[in-house]
């Protein structure tokens, strides 16, 4: 009996090995004699359904113009964290994808292992400045070498809901960047927009509480959040606690939702329903608003601080991993995703913000976020130039947790914006040492 | 008072302390199932109608559309099969090794048994995130990067949980059973499948429930693995009907709804089994 079920064991451990083999070789005999084939590169993205079949179209017309190199584009789902964790992954595991999409956030923590290939001397030889924004290449810049070629900028501004000013009788804010509102004038705005109460209650502004989202108000007073060499943090400098006073005072006079009132609803949803006047977003925005039938909206220029309307940039870029066996090849297909075919297809399909590519951006304003009218769409365009990149620090995720930690707090009013931004600096720095 | 009336008041005692019960149960399965009904009711709604105030319980009319959508947009379907294909494999493949491993460590003796059983108890306790790496790179020497295998074998060969829970139930089972088939001549095998297996039906539904629904769901393995979009399972490709700024609410619960099917189905048939399984389990466990 007991050589019977030992008997039974083998078979099946024998199944198993034999599986293990085989699928092994299989592999094995696919991959060689590779010699007559074209190149193959892997792009690996994330993104939602209108990004990806850009993308995708994009390298189709790549792949048709370079016999010699295949790209295929691996589409990762989820979010940034998934994508990053598998992009870590698999460069530990030795076999990193080719390219990769990257964010300003994101990047630094990959720079700092060393996992990204330094494409200056390739940008320094094949772009062409002059038909480009080249803020956009200034600002993908770590210690003045670039990672990564922008393909998309992003920038804050403020979106407001016209059928909610004209209600209030309040006249459009100006879309000019050279003479926009002020700060006074966008909080007393902020104020007169809001009203009545439960839920039909209306608030005039979103009190965001990132802190990328709350730049514009510190820009402008010439703060940051490290100190100019980036040695220390600078979270509780005058800017930076005015910025967070306000909010808070925002959200306690009931000017901005809550935090609790906002699990009732998404900001977004609030927004489009007519509930919410103001608030302060990127391009990304465009699409969920344009497809909004009922809604009626319209784009400023972000207010005016002590010294200047500054705004953040946010810049979508390719990156070439350093593992990677073709950076050639890899170069060259990064660098068409900002030629004018690819910038063209982008643009008509409205994803990735501006496009990086000054010359087709500017041909093509007639495609580019529509329903906006062309001084509203200007307001996007210029907005690069009035914008500035924050400081990734490579250390992000943990300075994000200590970050909120303290920054609920604040929003619920359980302790001062300046006590608040203290801890923060604090933990910023015990961080960062 | 008569005998009759005592238990009139009785019957009415007993109507009312009724009613009182089904009131409570009623309003507190109107309180568990509302969720669901929300969700159905928000895939049949489009974009702008999702947060409207008062809320609609019925959108009219219907958005159908998001449903069609869902298909059109992403090959929802191949992802469906390819869940189902490797939900039901693993479940099937962890029910007959499990089984089989938990009875040897219950009723079989052996030298180092419960060394062993430690052993693999002891994989429970190592999180995933630590292993990921190394078993990746084992993977990819396999040449299993890319294909089904890395989310069917091993949660085929081992399932300590499953090995775990059975071995419990069958501990249970009293050892005269066996002995009296081993006197009529039955070998271990026939003594396994004849009169052990058919004795822990209710302990295998769960574990059969509890598998496919660890199967249906797993988002991280299939994350890593997975590289054509053509093998994606069902979590990876809901996904891409969110992003990370604002989300479409009605396709998204659509998707949602269509991803949700099998369990639900599944639960409607074996949930005699699945409570059972959960009592038992919560008390030897």
Redesign the interface.
């Known amino acids: ?2 050589r ?2 030992s008997l ?1 064991f083998s078979v099946l451990l024998c199944f ?1 090995t034999v ?2 083999l085989t ?6 005999s696919s991959s060689g004699g590779a010699a007559a084939r074209p190149t193959e590169i892997l792009l690996m993205s994330i ?3 209108e990004e ?1 079949d850009t993308f995708s179209a994009i390298i189709d017309s790549f792949n048709a113009k370079n016999p010699d190199i295949h790209v295929t584009l ?7 964290n ?1 994508y990053n ?2 992009v870590i ?1 698999l460069i ?4 990193p994808p080719d390219i990769g999409r990257m964010m300003g956030p994101g990047q630094s923590a990959f720079v700092s292992r060393g996992q990204l290939l330094d494409l200056t001397p390739m940008v320094q030889r094949d772009i062409k400045m002059a038909d480009y924004y080249e803020s956009a290449f200034e600002s993908v810049k770590l210690d003045g070498r670039i990672y990564g070629v922008p393909t998309g900028i992003y920038t804050l501004n403020v979106y407001y809901n016209k059928k909610m000013f004209d209600e209030a009788g309040i006249p459009y804010p100006s879309a000019d960047w050279n003479n926009p509102w002020t700060k006074e004038q966008f909080l007393e705005t902020a104020r007169k927009l809001t009203s009545g109460s439960g ?2 209650k209306k608030y005039g502004f979103y009190a965001n509480m990132d802190y990328g989202r709350s730049t514009p108000f510190f820009f402008g007073d010439g703060g940051d959040t490290f100190s100019p060499d980036r040695k220390s943090a600078a979270m509780d400098s005058k800017p930076l606690v005015d910025t967070y006073r306000m909010l808070q005072d925002l959200i306690k006079a009931g000017v901005s939702p809550s935090p609790a009132q906002l699990q009732a ?2 900001v ?3 927004f ?2 007519g509930r919410l006047g103001m608030l302060i ?2 391009e ?2 465009m ?2 608003f344009t ?5 009626s909206f319209g784009v400023a220029p972000v207010p005016k601080g002590s010294q200047s309307a500054t705004t953040i940039n946010y810049i979508d870029q390719w990156s070439v991993f350093s593992g990677s066996k073709h950076p050639d090849e890899a170069w060259k297909v990064v660098k068409y995703f900002i030629d004018n075919d690819a910038a063209e297809l982008l643009i008509k399909n409205n994803v990735l913000g501006i496009p990086v590519n000054k010359t087709v951006a500017n041909r093509m304003k007639e495609f580019m976020f529509n329903p906006l009218s062309p001084a509203e769409k200007d307001v996007f365009l210029v907005s690069i130039e009035h914008s500035k990149s924050l400081y990734w620090h490579p250390k992000l995720g943990e300075l994000g947790s200590s970050f909120w930690k303290n920054a609920d707090l604040i929003s619920l009013n359980e302790i001062t914006a300046e006590e608040g931004m203290k801890r923060i600096n604090k933990e910023w720095n015990d961080i960062i040492k | 008072m008569t005998p009759r009336q005592n238990a009139i008041i009785r019957q009415g005692r007993a109507a009312f302390g009724y009613t009182l019960l089904y009131i409570v149960l009623i309003a507190a399965g109107i309180t568990m199932i509302f969720p669901f009904i929300w969700m159905i009711s928000t895939s049949l709604k489009q974009g702008s109608s999702v947060f409207v105030y008062p809320p609609q319980l019925l959108p009219i009319p219907p958005a159908w559309r998001n449903y069609a959508d869902i298909f059109v947009k992403q090959p929802m379907l191949i992802a469906l099969l390819n869940s189902l294909k490797i939900a039901i494999i693993n479940t099937a493949g962890t029910l007959f090794t499990a089984s089989m491993a938990a009875y040897g460590f219950a009723k079989i003796h052996f030298r180092f048994k419960n060394q062993l059983f430690m052993i693999l108890l002891a994989t429970m306790m190592i999180p995933g995130q630590v292993t990921l790496i190394p078993i990746y790179v084992w993977f990819r020497k396999f040449g299993w990067v890319d294909t089904h295998y890395p989310l069917i074998v091993p949660a085929i060969l081992c399932n300590a949980y499953g090995v775990f829970m059975l071995r419990q139930f069958f501990m249970t089972i009293p050892d005269s059973y066996s002995e009296s088939a081993k006197i009529d001549g039955a070998s271990q095998l026939v003594i396994f499948f004849r009169i052990m297996l058919p004795l822990c039906i209710p302990a295998m539904a769960t574990l059969g429930l509890f598998s496919f629904m660890g199967n249906w769901n797993s988002f991280m393995g299939p994350l890593i693995y997975l590289n054509s979009k053509l093998k994606y399972t069902i979590p990876l490709m809901i996904r891409f009907f969110q992003n990370s700024y604002y989300s479409d609410w009605g396709l998204l619960m659509a998707a949602s709804c269509v991803s949700i099917m099998p369990i639900i189905i599944l639960y409607i048939f074996s949930q005699r089994y699945f409570i059972q399984g959960v009592v038992m389990s919560g008390l030897k466990g």
């Not at chain 1, 699928?23 to 094995?28: C, I, M, S, V």
């Open positions: 009996m007991k019977k079920t039974a198993f599986q293990l699928a092994g070789g299989t592999k094995d993104g939602y359904t990806l691996e589409q990762v789902p989820g979010s940034w998934d964790q598998k992954s530990t595991a030795g076999t839920p039909a609803m998404p977004d949803q609030l489009m329903s977003e990127g990304w925005m699409p969920p497809a909004n039938k009922e809604l």
